[in-house]
């Protein structure tokens, strides 16, 4: 996995939502390797990209058949079995397409960032998920910004959809407005 230099040239950028899938295969056993059916993030705190993940394998030989490893800057945290009793367990038809995947959370956070909508407010945090939207893997990117009147805190100000295959723009839910 490469780390490319922040700006500031003194500490490493966040790993990338498809480097960490990657990674995330010597954590899982051998019938769960590249079969990813999810990964998304916690909300970034201190920063626009967010350095909590969690990546979701298909994992035939649990009873929700799913693993999933955590990832804090882009080290391993904890790998779980999570119980889903609201939701049908993950089938291998969950499982995203791997040579469909194009676009990585750097990029799809880029796209998000750049709507004309949010040119003029500060984006201060974002919230990414990676899932299957009719069969196609699609990023979902919310974005929050500071507030013009209160810059300390932040307002919810959308989502931004994404296709994972070419990055276009499948949809665009802002409101601005929310940082007055």
Known sequence: MA???????????????????KKGD???????????????????VGNVTPNIWYVSYYDPDTQFKLVEVKFGSGEEMDVSHPKRPFQPPVHDDDILDKAKMKVDSDK??????SQPL???????????TLQRSDALPVWKVELWAAKLNNPDRTADVGVVTISAADGSILEADLHPNKAD
């Open 26 to 44: 010597q954590y899982i056993g051998v019938l769960s390797k590249d079969k990813v059916v999810e990964i998304r993030s916690d909300k970034s």
């Open 3 to 21: 780390l490319g230099f922040a700006a500031a040239g003194t500490a490493l950028a966040e790993p990338t939502a498809f480097a960490l899938a």
């Open 118 to 128: 949010l040119k003029t407010l500060t984006i201060k945090s974002s919230k990414m």
């Open 108 to 113: 799809a956070l880029q796209i998000a960032m």
